[in-house]
């Protein structure tokens, strides 16, 4: 199978054979039935949509709304603001062990950004305080969505 780089990841070219990979390993463990688009959804709220993708750059909006999926998805629900998301999980995504194969299957990409601008883009929303660094953990680091608007610095962005 041809292999091409992408921001110093390598990745199968075969874009089919590794969704059907990808395909058959969520089809194991929830069941072929479940729609992949409905009802397997993020809540995003509004605000990010309304008050902040116009004054964010697009690295710095790929990478709060890669945040916002590992923070308020998976079925965390509202209750959810923070999460322990290392660089190489904003960088190449999460994988996990095929039971079967032992292969590892790729079940969300990540940002598509190098890790040099992840770590500016995530300075830039910590700086204007949209998000927030927690401590740091043997998995990575604990980012916090700001959960009260007043505390985002507007005027700054």
């Known amino acids: 199978m041809p292999i091409t780089r992408h921001e110093g990841r390598a990745l199968s070219t075969d874009k089919h054979h590794s969704f059907s990979l990808r395909q058959q ?82 079940l969300a990409h990540g940002c598509g950004l190098s890790r040099p601008k992840i770590s500016a883009a995530l300075g830039v929303l910590v700086k204007f305080r949209i998000m927030r660094r927690g401590r740091s953990t043997k998995n990575g680091r604990v980012w916090k969505l700001e959960t009260d608007d007043t505390k985002i610095d507007f005027d700054g962005l």
């Open 25 to 106: 390993a969520i089809d194991r463990q929830r069941g072929p039935a479940m729609s992949k688009i409905v009802p397997n959804s993020t809540p995003t709220p509004n605000f990010y949509y309304d008050e902040l993708e116009w004054l964010l750059t697009s690295d710095e909006w790929k990478v709060l709304s890669y945040a916002v999926r590992r923070i308020l998805g998976f079925e965390k629900g509202r209750d959810s603001t923070s999460a322990t998301i290392s660089l190489s999980t904003f960088e190449a995504g999460v994988s996990i062990a095929d039971q079967e194969t032992g292969e590892l299957i790729l």
